[in-house]
Structures are given as structure tokens and as C-alpha cells.
């Protein structure tokens, strides 16, 4: 009987060790810019823009590149772990992130700019068939004012 319950044990810890370790954001996504909304609208709006997430130990490595509505490219990128510190992101408005994975299709993130105004909060959540990507987020701009916005991406 011991030797049955030692068996289940162990059985149980490796399913919920697999599973939490799992990240289904690994992968190149590209934004749907037409299902995509921000609230303001931003006045040089994003054309297209692709997300490369790369594992690492505990985290995540992200590239992205794209393009603005006046021609300006996008580059920039971060690698952090999803231990809620900060990390520094190239690249964008802000200047770090820090992350938490609450589940394999489930992640949380929060961005801000060091002395500056900017700061948003997010969540994303990949659908169960793993094919799209939903990040909602809210907070404010580089001046301060409230902004949210729902981006969707869909997998490559």
C-alpha cells in the first residue's frame, strides 16, 4: 500500500511540475492590428508588430519588431524571469518589466518607465487551442493620461 501511495505521490508532483513549468507564449506571434484597440487611440499607431518569445531559465527572452503608421521601426526586447522583479526592456516606453506566469496560458506584467509617468499593468492569455494571444492592460502614458488596451496576436 505504501509502496501504491509513494507511486500516486510522486506521479502527482511531476504532472503539476510539468504543467506549471509549461509556457504556451513560446513561440512568434504577430498582432492583429484590426481586432487590436487602444483606448485613447495613440496618435502614431503600430502597422504591424511581431513578439518572439524564447525560453529561459524561469522566464522568458522577447524580441519585437514592427513598424509605426509614420514608417518608424520598432525594436526592442527584454529577457526576464517570472519572479515579479524588475527587468530592463530596449526599446520602448518604458524602461522595465517585471512578470509572473500564473499558469502555462496565463501571465501577468507590469511595465514602467524609471522617473517617469508611464506605468501599465497587463494580463495575457493565450486561448486554449493555442492558437491566439489576448493582452488586456491599463495604466498611463508618458504624460500621465489613463490609457487601456486590448491587443490581440495571433500564433505563426
Known amino acids: 500500500m505504501r509502496r501504491i ?5 510522486i506521479g502527482v508532483a511531476i504532472t503539476a511540475i510539468g504543467m506549471f513549468g509549461a509556457d504556451n507564449s513560446i513561440g512568434t506571434w504577430k498582432r492583429n492590428v484590426a481586432k487590436s484597440v487602444t483606448t485613447p487611440p495613440i496618435t502614431n499607431p503600430i502597422t ?8 529561459v531559465d524561469g522566464g522568458v527572452k522577447l524580441t519585437a519588431t514592427g513598424q509605426r503608421k509614420d514608417g518608424s521601426a520598432i525594436n526592442g526586447g527584454y529577457t526576464a524571469k ?23 496560458n496565463t501571465f501577468t506584467s507590469e511595465t514602467k518607465k524609471t522617473g ?31 490609457t487601456s488596451g486590448k491587443y490581440i496576436y495571433e500564433k505563426q
Do not use: F
Not at 129 to 137: E, H, I, L, P, V
Open 116 to 146: 517617469g509617468k508611464y506605468h501599465a499593468t497587463s494580463r495575457t492569455v493565450i486561448s486554449k487551442d493555442g492558437k491566439t494571444m489576448t493582452t488586456t492592460s491599463k495604466g498611463t502614458d508618458e504624460e500621465g493620461k489613463s
Open 5 to 9: 501511495v509513494a507511486k500516486l505521490v
Open 82 to 104: 517570472y519572479d515579479g522583479k524588475e527587468y530592463p526592456v530596449t526599446g520602448a516606453a518604458w524602461d522595465t518589466v517585471s512578470m509572473k506566469q500564473i499558469d502555462a
Open 48 to 55: 504591424s508588430l511581431t513578439l518572439v518569445y524564447e525560453a
